[in-house]
């Protein structure tokens, strides 16, 4: 059984960073591209980042603040995001869609199978 499952998140203030993991099971990530997303409250599914093997793309919002990776060994992608925003506080939702990419969609309808997700909250 595939499953995506998000751990990481938390209270931080301004500036602060955080990583977030997104262990994945049932599957490996040599054949799946991966994506982060997150939703804040009365707003629509946001794409952070994707990876595709090892070509990653990010959303314009995010760039130069938070960084995909990937571990295959275990299963593993993660969001490393730094200089973290109050706008930044949102449920933030790992996800996979079947196939590798040369350039990765950030488009929340590509993606097939979804974790629960984890509170960031960014707050002084």
């Known amino acids: 059984q595939m499953q995506l499952e998000e751990s990481g998140g938390g209270l931080v203030q301004p500036g602060e960073s955080l990583r977030l993991s997104c262990a994945t099971s049932?599957?490996?990530?040599?054949?799946?591209?991966i994506g982060w997303f997150r939703q804040a409250p009365g707003k629509e599914r946001e794409g952070l980042s994707c990876i595709s093997s090892i070509r990653t793309n990010y959303a314009d919002s995010v760039k130069g603040r938070f960084t995909i990776s990937r571990d295959g060994a275990k299963n593993t992608v993660y969001l490393q995001m730094n200089s973290l925003k109050p706008e930044d506080t949102a449920v933030y939702y790992c996800?996979?869609?079947?196939?590798?990419?040369?350039?990765?969609?950030?488009?929340?309808?590509?993606?097939?199978?979804w974790g629960r997700g984890t509170q960031v909250t960014v707050s002084s």
């Open positions: 049932g599957f490996s990530l040599d054949y799946y591209t």
């Open positions: 996800a996979q869609v079947p196939g590798l990419f040369a350039r990765c969609e950030l488009r929340d309808i590509s993606y097939v199978r």
